[in-house]
């Protein structure tokens, strides 16, 4: 097998502080639909960092702000 270059994955209080947002707000949006996507392990919500960065990226491109 190859070794995975993957980082582990992030919990909501490792986004939120990612994001500098309350992790309340996480919960808020994902009962919305929106945010980064994220995966349920039992209980847990857990991100894949990459997903979260990209998503963040995203609304900083110029085809967010001209929507």
Known sequence: ???SNHEPLWDIERVAAY???P???L???RTRGYGP???RM???L???PADVIAWNEKLKSPEA???
């Open 19 to 21: 994001l500098k947002i």
């Open 23 to 25: 992790k309340w707000t």
């Open 37 to 39: 996507p994220a995966s």
């Open 65 to 67: 702000e001209s929507e």
């Open 42 to 44: 039992g209980r847990h």
């Open 46 to 48: 857990r991100y894949d």
């Open 1 to 3: 097998m190859s070794e």
């Open 27 to 29: 919960y808020g949006w």
